[in-house]
């Protein structure tokens, strides 16, 4: 089969490789560029370990060809801490880790990915929301509670953050030091 080229953005990376119509974006990612941060688990669309964000929307990289990714702007487990002067873990990162939801790891990247996509849709989630946002996420550890608890407390830890950031702004509006 003929190689393809494609470009994509990869955790604001610009990237141009020549793929296999057949290769998975999975593989692409984790052989090619390194970023192992995204796990292989099932490869066949049931456990969510692969999920990497593919213009703002999660998707299962197992699931994806390559090709497919052609012109998209992707988010992987490595692009969601900050960078430079906002650098830190991301609050779902730091969440995870305060309420103790990681116990193996294998599933975390592809939930905290999944779970960005709920936040960034509807940051004050319920509890069913984030239950049934997290679904197609298997995890063999946790038993979900605390990822759920961990979801949660992120959401309001950014809304708490977005709120300072509005008072600030207004602040600085009117004026006020
Ligand atoms: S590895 Fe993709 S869904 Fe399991
Ligand atoms: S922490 Fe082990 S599979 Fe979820």
């Not at 003929?2 to 999975?26: Q, W």
């Not at 090619?32 to 999660?58: F, H, N, Q, Y």
């Not at 012109?71 to 990162?93: K, V």
Request: with cysteine; proline share 5%; aromatic share 2%.
């Amino acid at each position: 089969m003929t190689a393809v080229d494609v470009k994509f953005t990869v955790n604001g990376n610009e990237h141009v490789l020549s793929v296999e119509p057949h290769e998975r974006l999975v593989d692409v990612l984790r052989g090619r560029l390194g970023l192992t941060g995204t796990k292989m688990g099932c490869g066949e669309g049931e456990c969510g370990a692969c999920t990497v964000i593919m213009d703002g929307r999660a998707v299962l990289s197992c699931l994806t060809l390559a090709v497919q990714a052609q012109g998209s702007d992707l988010l992987t487990i490595e692009g969601l801490a900050a960078d430079g002067p906002e650098a830190g873990l991301h609050p779902l990162q730091k969440a995870f880790i305060s309420e103790a939801a990681i116990q193996c790891g294998y599933c975390t990247p592809g939930m905290i990915l999944t779970a960005k996509t709920l936040l960034d849709r509807d940051p004050e989630p319920t509890p069913g929301a984030v239950k049934e946002s997290i679904i197609g996420n298997l995890c063999r550890c946790t038993g979900y509670d605390k990822p759920v608890k961990a979801i949660l407390a992120a959401a309001a830890e950014m809304r708490a953050a977005a709120r300072d950031a509005a008072a600030t702004a207004t602040g600085a509006e009117r004026g006020e030091s």
